[in-house]
């Protein structure tokens, strides 16, 4: 069993944004083929600004724990800035994960880019954040561990 630390655990117990959204502008689910962890993410968004956020994460403590930062840090970004958003920033905001958890974060950056994808596609915008970016990118070699 992996230790986290007082911050993951807090985001863990009680995760931020956990839920659904009615109307959302946007959604986005990535799933992780080696252990079967679920992230959906939805997102509100006004004159280009993420005004909202939530998500529903099927997966371990680390998953969890990064989506609930992650929602919490798309929050007032453009699109834009949203995209530029990695993995490590989630981590980073929890105060470090475990070494073999530390990929467990990727779920909420992939479902993020997918949910803006989806947006993006769907309102013909061409965003600098997706450009490369494939969307049917299933194992982004996260390297998770089962629990
Ligand atoms: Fe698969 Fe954490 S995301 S074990």
């Known amino acids: 069993m992996a230790m986290y630390n ?3 655990m807090e985001h863990f117990m009680h995760p931020h944004n956990a839920g659904d959204m009615e109307n959302p502008s946007a959604v986005g689910e990535f799933g992780s083929p080696v252990c079967g962890d679920l992230m959906q993410i939805y997102l509100k968004i006004e004159d280009g600004i ?5 998500f529903r994460t099927f997966g371990c403590g ?15 970004k453009t699109l834009e800035e ?9 981590v980073d905001e929890l105060g470090g994960l475990p070494g073999p958890k530390l990929h467990c974060s990727m779920l909420s950056e992939q479902a993020i880019k997918r949910a803006i994808y989806n947006y993006a596609q769907e309102h013909g915008l061409e965003l600098e954040g997706l ?16 629990e």
Do not use: R, W
Request: proline fraction near 2%.
């Open 6 to 8: 007082d911050k993951v």
């Open 50 to 54: 993420i005004v909202d956020a939530k």
């Open 62 to 76: 680390s998953a969890i724990a990064s989506s609930s930062v992650a929602t919490d840090m798309v929050k007032g």
């Open 82 to 90: 949203a995209l530029a958003l990695t993995n490590q920033n989630f």
């Open 131 to 146: 450009k490369g970016y494939d969307p049917t990118v299933e194992d982004i070699d996260h390297g998770c561990e089962e």
